[in-house]
């Protein structure tokens, strides 16, 4: 399984990106996939799953109601919808994937996938 993400950039307080990854390997729509994300001397931080299986996306409190993850199967391609963005968004981030599910509470955790993209910057200026 290889994972490419890419979207990233420069943007200003308050605008929008999205964030793509793309996934190659065997039958993407059975693998849970999640976005997290790591600032500069500070530890990688979960943002977003969605499982293949539950069908429901899972948000860290700091980015719900304004991120937004989801999945094309028929693309192999997994979404991160950015919007009202805040300087504390800044960080590298990376896509991540797993065939295994477990509770919600583990699937926050970066140790419980297995696969993982290179990472895309994101710089949000005031």
């Known amino acids: 399984v290889q994972l490419q993400a890419s979207g990233g950039g420069l943007v200003q307080v308050g605008d929008s990106l999205r964030l793509s990854c793309a996934f190659s390997g065997p039958t993407f729509s059975d693998y849970n996939l999640g976005w997290f994300r790591q600032a500069p001397g500070k530890q990688r931080e979960f943002v977003a799953v969605?499982?293949?299986?539950?069908?429901?996306?899972y948000y860290a409190d700091s980015v719900k109601g304004r991120f937004t993850i989801s999945r094309d199967n028929g693309k192999n391609t997994v979404y991160l919808q950015m919007n009202s963005l805040k300087s504390e968004d800044t960080g590298v981030y990376l896509c991540a994937a797993d065939l295994s599910w477990s509770t919600i509470a583990r699937m926050k955790e970066s140790r419980m996938y297995t696969h993982w993209g290179q990472g895309t910057q994101v710089t949000v200026s005031s």
């Open positions: 969605t499982g293949w299986s539950t069908g429901m996306e």
